[in-house]
């Protein structure tokens, strides 16, 4: 199952991952490989068949749809691995004025 | 009790044996001594003043860095999260605090549980403490070589496709994968959600037995825990029964190491000398077409799950980005291993418009049929026992250019992760002085009989008791 080197990138952009011209080829051999022992699946018959979704069997579990408050400790905990915050707010780059870029 | 010592002396031989051999073993990514050291001392002024303590209650046990550990760093064996500290534990976490465990550290593993060596985690890799140039294992490695070199008397780790089973198997160690649905998963760093599993990495099935006792059940945080009540594993290990045992002929195939098949084959005949039954079964989809099934499906989970890890609320953000776009696209590229990026691009690809049906689809309906070749044989036999592996310990390097040699560890196992089925990895042998792991599988939910088989099994032969030459 070969991969040309537009489909790599397409797939690393669907990933949102950044990839070099070097990655590239690096990534798509090692996809090609993979790919080829999962065309084992090709001779399998699923005529029929139900997918999987998961495997206990359980069904619709809810809880009540309560809403409480978080505790400041909770927001300092919650908040102390954010990269940058401004006035108690994660920052980011701006992606309004950018959007068109 | 014994007294014969102290609470704080167990813990300190623990931080003994990490000090003088955890910079070549490369087990653990944190330590915590000083807040272990502390705790040991009120369990020991308890015991001083007479009162009752729990079965676990004062042990010192070492956590698998992908479980969330309030306050302390959690990182997932990844650049990505190096320095994020946890904001609540997990409920594992929760439980064994309430059991009064000391917990020891956070072991190394492969980042987010990618690989089946310890080779992928960011920081170094772990070392097998049978012989130093071997990995020990992955994903869960450094929790199996912690307890295999006695710097911590139980672990808990996480096995998706066989991360706590295999290497417990190379390793020289018990692990437990329980049935999917058993025990809480909430405050695990996720890999693929519908196979994710945490469990204990023991010296032997009865320690196992003890630790699922204070993890299983039910928990509000995890809506796929299943409401079935905890029965008292630890109690119900002698109870007579007479089993049959399935065994896979796909399992033993011409290419299995000659030496691997013939230990674990002589395993199976204690089994028969302990009264049970052995029949030969047929599982054709549980080798190769698992394998593959395995694959598409977990790569396509990890690479929903992992799009959190964006640089925005946590983990690494590039300095490289002047859009958000970028933000994200350099971020993840800075904070990913090559492996986590091969997965993730993976999963993105038998997602994707085009693909979706002939990849995704099929693998979930291959699933089902996997699962129904599992039903139609638990009709015959009681339980299902193989390898856990196809090989004892590799060289470091030996398989991390293939992608392909790697996945391959893990062709005994996934099978039991696709159904979500339990099973357990004992010691059974020494092959040319490395660990030869046998795994029992049992129906979904029938932990109990499988501990069972494994606590008799290792109460007729002495593999488990065997320690590493360190």
């Known amino acids: ?101 | 009790m014994n007294h014969d010592f102290t609470c704080t002396e167990l813990v300190q031989s623990c931080l003994d044996i990490i000090s003088k051999h955890d910079k070549v073993l490369g087990a653990f990514i944190t330590v915590t001594g000083e807040q272990a050291l502390s705790e040991a001392r009120i369990v020991d002024e308890k015991i001083k003043r007479g009162e009752q303590i729990g079965i676990l209650e004062g042990i010192p046990y070492s956590v698998k860095d992908v479980i969330l550990t309030e306050g302390v760093k959690t990182t997932a064996g990844s650049n990505m999260l190096k320095d994020f500290v946890a904001p609540y534990d997990a409920t594992v976490i929760k439980r064994m605090k309430q059991a009064g465990a000391i917990m020891i550290g956070k072991t190394n593993c492969d980042a987010y549980g990618h690989g089946a060596s310890n080779e992928y985690s960011d920081f170094f890799p772990s070392r097998n403490p049978w012989d130093t140039k071997l990995v020990p294992g992955g994903s869960s490695g450094g929790s199996a070589v912690s307890v295999s070199a006695d710097m911590a008397i139980f672990s808990l780790g996480g096995d998706t496709g066989g991360s706590i089973r295999q290497p417990a198997s190379l390793s020289g160690v018990t692990a437990l994968r329980v049935s999917y649905g058993r025990i809480s998963r909430y405050g695990g760093i996720a890999y693929a959600s519908s196979f994710d599993t945490i469990g204990p990495i023991t010296k032997s099935a009865e320690d196992a037995a003890i630790v699922i006792e204070a993890l299983a059940g039910q928990d509000e945080n995890d809506h796929t825990t299943r409401p079935e009540i905890v029965p008292e594993y630890s109690k119900l290990l002698d109870k007579k029964e007479t089993l049959t045992i399935g065994i896979p002929k796909e399992f033993f195939p011409s290419t299995l190491d000659a030496d691997v098949k013939a230990k674990v084959l002589e395993s199976i005949e204690i089994l028969k000398k302990l009264g049970h039954t052995v029949k030969e079964i047929s599982l054709p989809y549980s080798t190769d077409v698992a394998l593959a099934t395995y694959n598409i499906l977990t790569r396509a989970e990890t690479s929903s799950n992992l799009e959190r890890l964006d640089g925005v609320r946590y983990g690494h953000r590039s300095k490289d980005a002047n859009t958000l776009e970028e933000l994200y696209m350099n971020s993840r590229a800075e904070g990913f291993g090559a492996e986590n990026k091969l997965r993730i691009m993976l999963g993105s690809y038998v997602l994707s418009a085009g693909y979706y049906d002939a990849y995704y689809k099929k693998g979930q309906k291959v699933r089902t049929i996997i699962r129904n070749d599992f039903d139609r044989v638990f009709k015959e036999v009681d339980v299902i026992v193989c390898p856990t592996s196809p090989t004892t310990a590799f060289s470091l390097g030996q398989k991390t250019g293939d992608p392909v040699q790697m996945d391959l560890s893990d062709v005994f196992t996934v099978s039991f992760s696709l159904a979500g089925i339990p099973a357990i990895s004992v010691p059974c042998a020494l092959s040319k002085g490395l660990p030869v792991g046998m795994q029992i599988a049992g129906r979904y939910f029938e932990e109990e009989r499988v501990l069972r088989l494994a606590h008799q099994y290792q109460q007729a032969s002495d593999y488990h008791k065997q320690k590493p030459p360190l």
């Not at chain 1, 990655?23 to 001779?43: D, T, W």
């Not at chain 1, 809403?67 to 920052?91: H, K, M, Q, V, Y």
Request: no cysteine.
């Open chain 1, 1 to 101: 199952m070969a991969l040309s080197q537009g489909e790599v990138r397409h797939v690393a952009k669907l990933a949102k991952l950044a990839i070099t011209d070097a990655e590239v080829s690096e990534y798509g051999r090692k996809l090609e490989a993979v790919l080829g022992y999962i065309e084992v699946l090709n001779s399998i018959d699923i005529e029929g068949i139900k997918p999987t979704n998961q495997v206990t069997g359980l069904v619709n579990v809810f809880r009540e749809d309560e809403a409480r408050d978080s505790t400041a400790d909770e927001r300092a905990r919650l908040l102390a691995n954010a990269p940058e915050i401004i006035d108690g707010f994660i920052a980011t780059p701006d992606s309004i004025t950018k959007f068109k870029q």
